[in-house]
C-alpha cells in the first residue's frame, strides 16, 4: 500500500510536468518559438508567401550577411517605392529556420538573401548584384512596375 504523503507528492510532481509541458507547447516549443512543428512551419509559410505576394520585391537577409549587403545595396540604388519593398532580417527572429526551411522548399536553396521579383525567385546576392552590372535588374523591375 502507498502511503498517501507518497502518492500526493508523486501526483503533485506529475501535475507539474504537464503543466510546464502545456506552457512549451503554447509558447512554440522548448527555445520558445522555433520547434518546426507543423504549426510553426505553416506560419512560416504564410508568412513568406504573403511577403512575397504584397510586395514588388522581397528580400530575405540576414543584418551581417555581405550578400545580403550586395543585393540590398544594388535594389536600394533604383529608389523602389518603400510600398513596393519589403525586406526582413531574419537573424532577428525567433522562426528563422522554419522560414529558411520554407525558402529551400520553393527556391531550392536556403541561404540568405533570397530575392523575390513581382512573385518569382530572382536569386541571391550574386545573381542580383551581377544583374544591376548587366542592366536585366533594371529591366526587371521596370518591367514589373516596381520602379
Ligand atoms: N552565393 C550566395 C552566397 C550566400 C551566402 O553564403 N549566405 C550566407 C550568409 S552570409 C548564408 O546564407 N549562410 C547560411 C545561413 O545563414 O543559413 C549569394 O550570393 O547569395
Known amino acids: 500500500m502507498?502511503?498517501?504523503?507518497?502518492?500526493?507528492?508523486?501526483?503533485?510532481?506529475?501535475?507539474?510536468?504537464?503543466?510546464?509541458?502545456l506552457i512549451r507547447?503554447?509558447?512554440?516549443?522548448?527555445?520558445g518559438g522555433s520547434s518546426n512543428t507543423s504549426q510553426t512551419?505553416?506560419?512560416a509559410k504564410s508568412f513568406v508567401d504573403e511577403a512575397i505576394a504584397k510586395n514588388k520585391v522581397a528580400v530575405f537577409?540576414?543584418?551581417?550577411?555581405?550578400?545580403?549587403?550586395k543585393a540590398k545595396d544594388a535594389l536600394d540604388s533604383f529608389?523602389?517605392?518603400s510600398d513596393k519593398y519589403y525586406c526582413v532580417e531574419l537573424d532577428k527572429r525567433e522562426d528563422c529556420?522554419?522560414?529558411?526551411?520554407?525558402?529551400?522548399?520553393?527556391?531550392?536553396?536556403?541561404?540568405?538573401?533570397?530575392?523575390f521579383i513581382n512573385g518569382e525567385?530572382?536569386?541571391?546576392g550574386d545573381d542580383t548584384a551581377a544583374a544591376k552590372k548587366n542592366?536585366?535588374?533594371?529591366k526587371k523591375l521596370s518591367e514589373v512596375g516596381a520602379i
Do not use: H, W
Open 97 to 115: 529556420d522554419d522560414i529558411q526551411n520554407y525558402l529551400q522548399s520553393i527556391t531550392g536553396g536556403r541561404s540568405v538573401p533570397r530575392v
Open 79 to 81: 529608389k523602389i517605392p
Open 25 to 31: 507547447s503554447a509558447s512554440g516549443g522548448r527555445n
Open 121 to 124: 525567385f530572382f536569386g541571391g
Open 2 to 21: 502507498i502511503p498517501l504523503v507518497n502518492y500526493l507528492g508523486y501526483r503533485n510532481r506529475m501535475l507539474k510536468v504537464s503543466f510546464l509541458k
Open 135 to 138: 542592366g536585366k535588374l533594371e
Open 41 to 43: 512551419m505553416s506560419a
Open 61 to 69: 537577409s540576414k543584418s551581417y550577411c555581405p550578400y545580403c549587403t
